[in-house]
T-cell receptor, first 114, second 115 residues
Framework: AQSVTQLGSHVSVSEGALVLLRCNYS??????LFWYVQYPNQGLQLLLK??????LVKGINGFEAEFKKSETSFHLTKPSAHMSDAAEYFC????????????FGKGTMLLVSP | KAGVTQTPRYLIKTRGQQVTLSCSPI?????VSWYQQTPGQGLQFLFE???????NKGNFPGRFSGRQFSNSRSEMNVSTLELGDSALYLC??????????????FGSGTRLTVV
């Protein structure tokens, strides 16, 4: 079974500052990893994913994440925050085969101040 | 290409009633999953359907059920509603359950309020 831990239910940054959202996973096999974003009253939108290959993954809206197997981490970063980045972010994990589902972390609300 | 469509967007029901939510996946997607989202519990997996068969089920009581039709559209039903069932219900589609590298495409959800 897989599980995901997102450190910090809320993260506050100033516009233009670095965004760092933390995600650690637990899995018995190398998993597939995802980051989703949710804006108010909307569904989840896929930001980026890691399946195999390059461990640094680039996604939409300038976000990227690095898979570090030794640290069982998949932290999400963006060099410069924009007001429009304010939303809730979810890290998710899935086993790479079989009928495994997506298991989500509790989410991190990103607050961006002017 | 149309996205995942969930209807209705908002629903208010009385405790004890039953409710049916609908989800139309992206054209060509044959796998549909349902999630319940609440502030306290976060996103919890309900069930996944593929080819009209339930392939996986989360840890929810039997009051929660679902089905999938031959055109891949899916419905979920909650009977004997409780106040704690108030949540955002999200539907997600993917080409096939085994296509883990695809990720899911989510709909905008149905906001259910039980009073």
């Amino acid at each position: 079974a897989q599980s995901v831990t997102q450190l910090g239910s809320h993260v506050s940054v100033s516009e233009g500052a670095l965004v760092l959202l933390r995600c650690n996973y637990s899995s018995s096999v190398p998993p597939y990893l995802f980051w989703y974003v949710q804006y108010p009253n909307q569904g989840l939108q896929l930001l980026l994913k890691y399946t195999t290959g390059a461990t640094l993954v680039k996604g939409i809206n300038g976000f990227e994440a690095e898979f570090k197997k030794s640290e069982t981490s998949f932290h999400l970063t963006k060099p410069s925050a924009h007001m429009s980045d304010a939303a809730e972010y979810f890290c998710a994990v899935s086993a790479p085969s079989g009928y495994s589902t997506l298991t989500f972390g509790k989410g991190t609300m990103l607050l961006v101040s002017p | 290409k149309a996205g995942v469509t969930q209807t209705p967007r908002y629903l208010i029901k009385t405790r004890g009633q039953q409710v049916t939510l609908s989800c139309s996946p992206i054209s060509g997607h044959r796998s549909v999953s349902w999630y319940q989202q609440t502030p306290g519990q976060g996103l919890q997996f309900l069930f996944e359907y593929f080819s009209e068969t339930q392939r996986n089920k989360g840890n929810f009581p039997g009051r929660f059920s679902g089905r999938q039709f031959s055109n891949s559209r899916s419905e979920m039903n909650v009977s004997t509603l409780e106040l704690g069932d108030s949540a955002l219900y999200l539907c997600a589609s993917s080409p096939e359950p085994q296509t883990r590298n695809y990720g899911y495409t989510f709909g905008s959800g149905t906001r259910l309020t039980v009073v």
